[in-house]
């Protein structure tokens, strides 16, 4: 029996070997180079001296930081709750009117999915098109002539709407698996008690849902707080730094002010928000469950 057992854990040793490597040498080892990086007054060509945790308490005290930590939530505010109704609804309406008609089924999902695969920069090449001033199909059905992304109030919410435009898709295809692996037993059962409508989704679906529910808020918050493509390409943080998210501000901070020990802090920082928000909100969820 040791014997047997000790060839299992050395087999599974050696599964896990290629993994483990992989993410000692792209993820370990950067992170802890990030963490003495952040330590330090270096700029992109060469480290200086060592300067402890001064750094954080310029971080502490640096404006700038602290609004484009404003923007990134405001922007999750805007994308993770629609993203994962929209989601939901989206696959609710697959499963309802495909059914078993797997042809219908794989096309619907092929073409709400499909936005999701584009890159980046073609996505906002389309964004940019639809919501140019004079020519751009959205002022036209709406019959103004508004520049979107250098309006203080709108660029945020447009860049969000065009992000959930761009991976609703994936949501939809997570909530599609989860409502697939509901038993159509417990339907069939309702209907035969006389449930219809919301009763079957409140007493049925939801629940079933609800592990699959708290993994896409969790993915999307994480998703969410880590934008920087849209928000680069489409107003370059503009205007007047009310798109400019932390990305985006460590960005500058490292490549066009050649602040790299500093601009490591930020993402030190970044990173501890992001962990910390995704462990509390998964927590909460749960416990809520």
Known sequence: MKATRRSEALSAALLLLPFMAAFVLFFLLPAFQTLYLSLTESSLTRTSAFVGLANYDTLVHDPAFWSSLGNTFYFSVLTVIPLTALGLAMALLVDRFTGDRQRAGTWLQSVFFLPYVLPISVMTLIADWMLQPSSGIVNHLLGVQRAWFSDVHWAMPVVAI?????????????????????????????????????????????????????????????????????????????????????????????????????????????????VALGLLQALLLRKRK
Do not use: C
């Not at 609703?168 to 006389?194: C, H, K, S, T, W």
């Open 162 to 274: 065009a992000t959930v435009w761009w991976t609703v898709g994936f949501n939809m295809l997570i909530f599609l698996a989860g409502l697939r692996n509901i038993p159509r037993e417990q339907y069939e059962a309702a209907a035969l008690d006389g449930a219809r409508g919301f009763a079957v989704f409140r007493h049925i679906t939801w629940p079933a849902l609800l592990p699959v529910t708290v993994t896409a808020l969790v993915l999307q918050l994480i998703a969410s707080l880590k934008v920087f493509g849209q928000t680069y390409i489409m107003t370059t943080g503009g205007p007047f730094n009310t798109t400019r998210v932390t990305l985006h501000y460590m960005y500058e901070t490292a490549f066009t002010q050649s602040d790299a020990g500093y601009a490591a802090a930020v993402a030190m920082a970044f990173m501890f928000v992001v």
